[in-house]
């Protein structure tokens, strides 16, 4: 087997809280630092209910005072404007060094996005990119937002995927600052659509997608908190 390949799959059955989440891709990603044999890793989670901003997204995006949000409120190193996550998302955060998938950080993101366009034609929908943005979008409404950042080309962040969950709190935001360009969620056009189902699917998606042979992680490999 390549050992490029070689990658841990991390799948917490409970809600994550960001920073927690976040504390776990630095981990990842330093171990790749320290050592490029290191096997790389993805992350399958859902979050505590919070917001993000992206390195220099802007505040002027949110419907509330930054200095008291309804939610917790963090400033990341990623790319990309405001977004939620909370339950009923899928959040995939792959830590991967890109060196080894094209060494470009816009093919990457085409790469996520074709992730999640794969996932949806399995389930006889046709997702759709639009020129000049990052995501993926089903009949005009947004369904996955995809922001990341690397160091030295090890990947962090990635893509939230909206499964069954609650929409409200999007409008509180403008999401991925993008006027005028709804939101939605994939049990709105497959009805009973649950994170649990799609779970083993975006995993499978992200794998071939990246060529990835997945393992559970050993012993000596696991996260702190996990």
């Known amino acids: 087997m390549d050992p490029r390949l070689d990658a841990i799959c ?14 776990w891709q630095r981990q990842l990603q330093q171990r790749l630092l320290e050592d490029p044999r290191a096997p790389e890793a993805l992350l399958l989670l859902q979050h505590s209910p919070c917001y993000t901003l992206g390195r220099g997204a802007s505040e002027a995006f949110l419907g509330f005072d930054p200095l008291d949000p309804p939610l917790p409120l963090h400033r990341i190193d990623r790319g990309g404007e405001v977004t939620h996550h909370l339950p ?10 890109l060196r080894r998938h094209g060494a ?12 999640v366009i794969e996932l949806l034609a399995e389930l006889g929908l046709g997702g759709e990119r639009i020129d000049g943005l990052t995501g993926v979008w089903l009949e005009g409404r947004k369904v996955a937002a995809i922001g990341v950042g690397a160091k030295r080309w ?17 409008g509180r935001i403008v999401p991925c600052g993008l ?14 659509l649950t994170v649990a189902a799609l779970q083993p699917r975006l995993v499978a ?6 060529r990835l042979t997945l393992r559970p992680p050993l012993p000596t490999e696991g996260l702190e908190g996990l």
């Not at 991390?10 to 960001?18: A, I, R």
């Not at 009923?88 to 060094?97: F, I, N």
């Not at 470009?104 to 992730?115: A, I, K, N, P, T």
């Not at 998606?205 to 990246?210: I, L, Y």
């Open 154 to 170: 090890i990947s962090q962040h990635g893509l939230a995927l909206n499964v069954d969950c609650a929409l409200e709190g999007f």
């Open 88 to 97: 009923g998302q899928l959040v995939l955060y792959p830590v991967l060094d």
């Open 10 to 23: 991390f799948e917490p059955s409970d809600p994550v809280p960001f920073e927690r989440a976040w504390g």
């Open 104 to 115: 470009d950080l816009h093919l990457y993101l085409r790469e996520l996005e074709g992730v």
């Open 179 to 192: 006027q005028n360009r709804p939101v939605g969620r994939l049990c709105d056009w497959r009805p009973g």
């Open 205 to 210: 998606a992200a794998a071939r997608r990246f």
